[in-house]
């Protein structure tokens, strides 16, 4: 499995910014896909998770009601549109995919097998 990222930049507080992640070789609804990321000088955290037929999701506390995770099945490219983006969010961030169990949850990064490059979001204040 490939995973690309892309659709980072710089924007300004408040502004928006939807990331995109094409994967390839083999991905299925039984896999999972997040988007981590991380700031310098911080640990890599978990951002948001979609899996299942019906587009599961869950979303660190951090970013819940700003971002929001989706898919097209058609393109395997799982998104990640951001709002009201902060300063704080500032980070590379990476998408991630693995089979998803349901007795694994869904933002232990040490699960995911497959990862993308990252890509950069810098927001200004």
């Known amino acids: 499995v490939q995973l690309q990222a892309s659709g980072g930049g710089l924007v300004q507080a408040g502004g928006s910014l939807r990331l995109s992640c094409a994967a390839s070789?083999?991905?299925?609804?039984?896999?999972?896909t997040s988007w981590f990321r991380q700031a310098p000088g911080k640990e890599r955290e978990f951002v948001a998770a979609i899996w299942g037929s019906v587009g599961v999701t869950y979303y660190a506390d951090s970013v819940k009601g700003r971002f929001t995770i989706s898919r097209n099945n058609a393109k395997n490219t799982v998104y990640l549109q951001m709002n009201i983006l902060k300063p704080d969010d500032t980070a590379v961030y990476y998408c991630a995919a693995r089979q998803y169990f349901s007795t694994i949850v869904v933002d232990r990064i040490a699960t995911y097998a497959y990862w993308g490059q990252g890509t950069q979001v810098t927001v200004s204040s």
């Open positions: 070789g083999g991905t299925s609804r039984s896999y999972v």
